[in-house]
């Protein structure tokens, strides 16, 4: 079992830049791939943007060349740079690790105004 806590997060203007990070532990030999869903209010989960084990990254289209997914293998550690932020970005962001099984995060809101 892998246990997720998320960090960062919060309020910011549209053009604006916010980090999310999320730390794990517990069995964290297993972890395969590490990354972040997100979760607009009457919308179905979707991938923002996950790493594999070996540093490759993908994005939704929707994010490609504002978001950077990282992964600190030492700290067990993905941090989601979030910049040029738009309202359409406002969501709750869940950190998830598949280990092999996937793992989640509590989430984290992320709020973007006009």
């Known amino acids: 079992q892998v246990r997720l806590v998320e960090s960062g997060g919060g309020l910011v203007q549209a053009g604006g830049s916010l980090r999310v990070s999320c730390a794990a532990s517990?069995?964290?030999?297993?972890?395969?791939?590490m990354g972040w869903y997100r979760q607009a209010p009457g919308k179905q989960r979707e991938l923002a943007a996950s790493i594999s084990r070996s540093g490759s990254t993908n994005y939704a289209d929707s994010v490609k060349g504002r978001f950077t997914v990282s992964r600190d293998y030492a700290k067990n550690t993905v941090t989601l740079q979030m910049n040029s932020l738009i309202p359409e970005d406002t969501a709750v962001y869940y950190c998830?690790?598949?280990?092999?099984?996937?793992?989640w995060g509590q989430g984290t809101q992320v709020t973007v105004s006009s």
């Open positions: 998830y690790a598949n280990a092999p099984f996937r793992n």
């Open positions: 517990g069995r964290t030999s297993t972890i395969y791939e």
